[in-house]
């Protein structure tokens, strides 16, 4: 416990600096004398402070006592964690019962000294999750993993109660090497859970008539069980029609009007496989939705619009619950409606393709961003390839409460959702 009668120093930002009245009384400890506040004036380029920076501070707020108490517990134990900063004020209070905690536990140097406070995001945690503010990660890519590993299990059943490993033909046109790696990501998925897949490759001058033609061989051929195009398709290809022409029951992109329709209608389908996947890890991260507020940024009819279906479809209805107040936005919403109404919502989920488009002030505190986005852009440090989402994740992570990386997010889920639906066609068209 904090000794009677000792000072509690805060180092505080400038934007915490703001909160000091509410801080002193929050956090006064019954058995603390005195809480000062000292501007952190150290850092630069929201660098944290180094310890040297530290010392340099306490020294010249005659604070030496209390120094040796952090480097004694404290800093020794920050500075090991590297990336997680306290960055609210509910992170100082966890904060508060972490260090009293210490000195709980390694009492004997803490007497005479004084329980140091830092705050914002200049410190360095010693704690992983638990205590730190930072949004907690949605790792798209276990939960896609965890996901698969289910499927693996009900798949190897399906097979001994006799029937055959489910079957996907993946059709891809051209070479866009995105198209590429997500056909190949979809493969590789494939053969993980045990669905036998095949794709077939086509140049990108294949006429509508022959791809269509293709389709109905695949309509018609009951080894398979599912069929994808993978978008986009030349542009002397009609979309809709290719994507009316897949059989409903083996249409497992859920793209058929068909399909989407009944998707709107809150009736059973196969839903598109980005918004499933949406839908899945806000589920799995226990994300709340019933009453809250939605923002989709994108509207595009495979991915925004499903996604906003999703979100506020019926409990009463067959598909699952979500109940949310959705808004859309687009690209003809006034950047400061945009902002308006992200910073309002519970959850905002953005598809846009527009790097940087959301930035941490759009987000209010604790909120969750999910985002969809993936552009490729030119990493200006490494001059390599990288793969960047709609959102200013490094500092939207410091206001969201849950948050999702691009890549390592919504990516695999689609690829995880593409084997679910499979699956369910597989088992549809068994009992046909
Ligand atoms: P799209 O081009 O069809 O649609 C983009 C949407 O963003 C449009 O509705 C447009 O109105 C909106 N938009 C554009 N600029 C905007 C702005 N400044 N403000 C607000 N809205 C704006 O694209 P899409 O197929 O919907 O894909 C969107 C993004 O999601 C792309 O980056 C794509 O690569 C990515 N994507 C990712 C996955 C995945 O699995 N992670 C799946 C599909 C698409
Ligand atoms: N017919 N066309 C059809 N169905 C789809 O569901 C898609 N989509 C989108 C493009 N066209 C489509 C996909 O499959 C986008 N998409 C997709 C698939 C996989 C990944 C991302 C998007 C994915 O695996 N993303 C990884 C990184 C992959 C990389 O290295 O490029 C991630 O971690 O985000």
């Not at 497992?252 to 009736?267: H, K, P, Q, T, Y």
């Not at 969809?372 to 001059?383: E, K, L």
């Amino acid at each position: 416990m904090t000794p009677m009668g000792t000072t509690t120093t805060i180092i505080a930002s400038a934007r915490l600096q703001a909160y000091r009245a509410t801080l002193e009384t929050k956090l006064k400890h019954p058995r603390c004398m005195k809480i000062s506040c000292t501007q952190e004036t150290n850092t630069k380029g929201g660098k944290p402070a180094s310890r040297s920076n530290l010392t340099q501070n306490f020294s010249s707020e005659r604070n030496l006592g209390t120094l040796a108490v952090i480097s004694d517990i404290t800093w020794k134990r920050f500075s090991y964690e590297k990336k997680r900063y306290y960055h609210s004020l509910s992170g100082v209070r966890d904060l508060l019962k972490r260090v009293r905690m210490v000195h709980s536990s390694k009492n004997q140097s803490s007497q005479k000294g004084e329980v140091i406070l830092a705050c914002d995001r200049f410190v360095r945690t010693d704690t992983k999750d638990s205590l730190s503010k930072m949004a907690k990660l949605i790792d798209g890519k276990q939960i896609a993993s965890d996901i698969r590993s289910e499927l693996r299990e009900q798949i190897v059943k399906w097979i001994q109660q006799g029937h055959r490993a489910p079957q996907l033909t993946a059709i891809l046109i051209g070479d866009d090497p995105a198209s590429n790696t997500y056909v190949a990501n979809k493969m590789k998925a494939a053969t993980d859970v045990g669905i036998v897949s095949k794709t077939e490759r086509y140049s990108s001058d294949i006429t509508e008539e022959q791809l269509l033609r293709r389709i109905e061989e695949l309509n018609l051929d009951d080894a398979v069980d599912g069929i994808l195009v993978q978008l986009p398709v030349p542009d002397h290809i009609n979309e809709r029609k290719v994507c009316n022409s897949v059989s409903c029951g083996k249409d497992v992109d859920g793209f058929n009007e068909r399909n989407i329709g009944r998707l709107c209608l809150d009736m059973n389908t196969l839903i598109p496989c980005t918004p499933l996947g949406v839908q899945e890890l806000i589920k799995r991260c226990q994300i709340e939705t019933f009453g809250k507020n939605v923002v989709v940024v994108g509207r595009s009819k495979n991915v925004g619009m499903p996604i906003a279906m999703l979100l506020h479809a019926d409990g009463r209805n067959d598909t699952c619950a979500m109940d949310a107040t959705v808004t859309i936005c687009h690209r003809f919403t006034p950047p400061s409606e945009l902002a308006r109404f992200c910073k309002s919502a519970d959850i905002v989920i953005t598809a846009t393709g527009v790097p940087g488009l959301i930035t941490a002030d759009m987000i209010k505190e604790g909120a969750a961003v999910i985002d969809v986005g993936i552009t490729r852009v030119v990493d200006p440090v490494t001059g390599k390839n990288k793969l960047v989402g709609d959102v200013d994740y490094d500092e939207a992570r410091k206001v969201a409460g849950h948050i999702t990386p691009v890549p390592g997010g919504v990516g695999p889920m689609t690829v995880a959702m593409l084997m679910k639906n499979t699956f369910i066609a597989a088992k549809n068209l068994a009992k046909k």
